[in-house]
């Protein structure tokens, strides 16, 4: 029960602070298409993202990362008890999440994009 409620906690407050400090402010808001993530999405999936708004890219992106985030933050710290396998676990389960979410998180755009 633990690993839910720090899941969820962490998840909601990671989407805030992005949510605050990215969506929120406009400059980056407009530099977005051109972000690592956006280019991720471009590259693993094919997606054409001149069809979805800015403020909804931008909130799939939040939404995203928090879930990655949330999941490492989890795992490492509810599984492991030593603080060197923490962040050497975390690095190495990180890398394939963000793999894997954005590889679905595309699939998901590219199917909205067909309909």
């Known amino acids: 029960m633990d690993f839910v409620i720090s899941f969820i906690i962490c998840f909601f407050v990671a989407f805030l602070v992005y949510l605050l400090f990215v969506v929120v402010n406009k400059k980056y808001l407009k530099k977005m298409r051109s972000s690592v993530?956006?280019?991720?999405?471009?590259?693993?999936?094919?997606?054409?993202l001149s069809k979805v708004s800015d403020k909804k890219l931008s909130i799939s992106i939040a939404l995203a990362n928090s879930f990655i985030i949330s999941?490492?933050?989890?795992?490492?710290?509810?599984?492991?008890?030593?603080?060197?396998?923490?962040?050497?676990?975390?690095?190495?389960?990180?890398?394939?999440?963000?793999?894997?979410?954005?590889?679905?998180f595309g699939k998901f755009l590219k199917m909205k994009e067909g309909k």
């Open 71 to 104: 999941i490492v933050f989890s795992i490492v710290f509810h599984f492991i008890k030593n603080s060197i396998l923490k962040m050497l676990i975390g690095f190495i389960i990180l890398i394939p999440m963000i793999l894997v979410v954005y590889f679905i």
């Open 37 to 48: 993530e956006a280019k991720l999405l471009t590259n693993l999936s094919h997606v054409d």
